[in-house]
């Protein structure tokens, strides 16, 4: 948690940002995982943790613009809870340390509430995604659960994301942090990539490294030889003397603040000189996408300049026919690098995508472009200092992509079909790092994970026993 000032802050700058109104924060309760005392590991909600800081379950702020005042509604622990939890604050300390001074039982929320709507005030929130918030929000407001997301404020989504989008010193180096152990897991993942242990220890174990030194992983760890499926979280297999394991895994800070890298690891130790050829265009792709990031450019342009790289080297290898230019235009990179390039990271691993992407990562001057491929890039406008981003290019055999458009003639004019049929089973490589815009240009947040392939040969060798 940040110091109390930063918090008021934030409140007040949101206050003036909205003009008017009752803003509504709630923050998140436990989840059951099979029975209502048996709960998933308790995670915050990040727009509360951003404004009231408090990383506890059943608590729900509000932001009083017209009369200038922060609230906090939970209810106090009773002995019950004291017998099993242990003792804790009040939640009128709670809230004194995150500089509010008004707290009030949850019962009392419903009050408040329908005082302002009567009183014609308007009431902001941004869409809940979770269940109990949105039956929360539903009986606080009398809006049908499948219609809070149409009522939800605009103006409060533009105003928390223009606040958010921009990350601030103390922030950074909680990133840093999770950066730091976002390192020591991907080392760890490099120096077990040896034939025959199971791809469940190394994720089991990158798992109890990000719960050893923050909240736990930012999402759910990506770990896997069968890179082509590019979220794939089955870790079944063995590993296999030759084959190539995708790593994309990040860790929370104790604040929360996520970090987000992939690296591709050939097991036992040895790229083959075919997925050296691979690798080296999706490496060449990473670092155009790092040296064009700056402040300025729109990250949709940064997308296509890499997209451009990926298509050069892939009709460097045959894969590809044709202009260029003409091939990415068309969209016939896709094929192979059917995703974006990037996105915000922040307290969330996709920072504010519970907004609604289109209002993080898009604006009215950039819009998204309705194309296979490009169309899943979540950021798209032009860059600012204190962005924090992911620059995570790849190249896949997706066999069943690679059917679809054989058989729909989709780009043929540019594709060599027979080709990429030829590499179905060699997997899939993405490279990711996570990045700060600065004044001038950018640079990556961390150390930088071995990357060059020699760098991470060495790395697989020394885990060998
Ligand atoms: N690293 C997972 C993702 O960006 O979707
Ligand atoms: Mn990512």
Same mark, same amino acid.
């Given at each position: 948690?940040?110091?109390? @000032? ?25 989840? %059951? ?21 408090? !990383? ?28 099993? +939890? ?5 939640? *009128? ?11 009030? %039982? ?27 918030? +949105? ?85 759910? /760890? ?103 230019? @003409?091939?990415? *235009? ?17 307290? !969330?691993?996709? !920072?504010?995508? !519970?907004?609604?992407? $289109?209002?993080? =990562? ?6 998204? /472009? ?15 200092? =204190?962005?924090? /981003? ?9 066999? *069943? ?8 003639? $989709? ?38 994970? %071995? ?15």
């Amino acid at each position: 948690m940040f110091s109390k @000032e930063i918090y008021i802050q934030r409140r007040a700058i949101l206050r003036q940002k909205m003009g008017s109104g009752l803003i509504l924060i709630p923050g998140n309760q436990e989840s %059951p995982m099979n029975y209502t005392e048996n709960t998933y590991h308790f995670r915050q909600d990040s727009t509360f943790l951003y404004f009231f800081g408090l !990383d506890l379950p059943g608590m729900f702020g509000v932001i009083d613009v017209d009369n200038n005042l922060d609230l906090l509604y939970a209810n106090d622990v009773d002995i019950e809870d004291i017998i099993w +939890m242990g003792p804790q604050k009040s939640v *009128a300390e709670q809230a004194f340390t995150v500089g509010v001074d008004v707290t009030a %039982p949850l019962e009392k929320l419903n009050q408040t509430i329908e005082r302002a709507i009567n009183g014609g005030r308007k009431v902001h929130f941004i869409p809940p995604y979770r269940a109990a918030n +949105m039956i929360q929000l539903s009986s606080l407001l009398g809006i049908k659960t499948c219609k809070l997301k149409q009522y939800s404020s605009l103006a409060l989504i533009q105003s928390i994301v223009s606040m958010r989008s921009i990350k601030d010193a103390a922030e950074i180096a909680e990133i840093e942090l999770a950066c730091a152990t976002g390192y020591e897991m991907h080392v760890t993942a490099m120096k077990m990539a040896q034939p025959g242990i199971m791809e469940q220890q190394i994720a089991g174990i990158l798992e109890g490294m990000a719960l050893s030194k923050g909240t736990g992983t930012s999402f759910p /760890i990506i770990l896997t030889q069968n890179g082509e499926t590019l979220h794939n979280h089955n870790h079944s297999f063995p590993l296999e003397a030759g084959r190539l394991m995708i790593v994309d895994a990040g860790a929370e800070s104790n604040g929360h603040y996520a970090s987000d890298f992939t690296r591709t690891i050939p097991v036992g130790g040895k790229f083959s000189q075919k997925q050296k050829d691979i690798y080296n265009i999706v490496l060449a792709a990473n670092n155009t996408g790092l040296s064009l990031t700056k402040p300025g450019v729109t990250y949709q342009s940064v997308h296509l300049k890499v997209a451009r790289v990926i298509a050069a080297g892939l009709k460097d290898l045959g894969f590809i026919n044709g202009d260029v230019d @003409e091939a990415v *235009a068309s969209g016939a990179h896709a094929l192979f690098f059917p995703h974006g390039l990037g996105h915000m990271m922040g307290l !969330d691993v996709h !920072d504010m995508e !519970d907004y609604g992407q $289109i209002h993080v =990562g898009y604006d009215s001057q950039v819009r998204p /472009i309705d194309q296979f491929g490009t169309a899943y890039l979540r950021l798209g406008r032009k860059l600012e200092p =204190g962005f924090v /981003i992911t620059n995570e290019p790849g190249i896949y055999f997706i066999p *069943a992509l690679i059917e679809k458009w054989e058989k729909e003639g $989709i780009n043929k004019e540019f594709i060599n079909f027979e080709k990429a049929k030829s590499y179905i089973g060699f997997g899939g490589i993405r490279l990711e790092d996570d990045v700060l815009v600065t004044e001038t240009g950018a640079r990556l947040l961390g150390k930088r994970i %071995p990357i060059d392939p020699e760098d991470v040969e060495t790395v697989v060798a020394s885990g060998r026993n």
